[in-house]
């Protein structure tokens, strides 16, 4: 493994377009737009903003860094479509990290990442040491555990005796975790869904084709 791999790293899982240049552990460039559509025109755009930011460009990568959900659908698309792109085109590795494990990543002891999954659900995962100790699920919030004594989140929630831990950069946490999978051989990263897509497949048969 490289002693300072330069690692791209992005996000457009949720309601942004987030990029961010790591090289070793330090922080070359960062760049974070709140959107709630247009991520596929602006994703490319931003990552070589970022780049230029930084002095560098395609060619220096020496991996990519994606966040792969869950959240929302198309974004969780984009991203994991443009890095595994941007990885065969740059013939570098393309690494997959969930949004659960990098808002647990640097945590100490038990600790238990949320997102918000709508309609009073949520996207649950347990750590340890930044370690997933199991498979991440979708929990009804009436059932989360009140006696949870640290919880990750990307927005506060009502719940008591809860300590609350937010980062501020979440994709951060993604690059970081991809230099720490660095050498990488294993399949490509995939789109970490949890549930099914909420737009309904058409009913209606398919028109007949006249001869």
Known sequence: MLSKPLVLAFDTSAAHCAAL?????TVLATAHEDMAKGQVERLFPLLEEVLA??????QDLN?????TGPGNFTGVRI??????????????PALG???LEALAHGQKGHSVSILDARRERLFVQRFIDGQASNDPNILALKDLDPTDTQINCTAPLEIANATFHIPKTPV???AQIAIQRLPYDNPRPAPLYLRAPGAALPTEPPPAILP
């Open 172 to 174: 951060k946490a993604v």
């Open 63 to 67: 991996a990519i860094g994606v966040c």
């Open 53 to 58: 930011e930084a002095g560098k460009n395609w």
């Open 97 to 99: 990290v969930s949004m």
């Open 79 to 92: 991203g994991v479509s443009s890095a595994r792109g941007l990885a065969l085109s740059l013939n570098i």
């Open 21 to 25: 240049l790591l090289w070793g552990d």
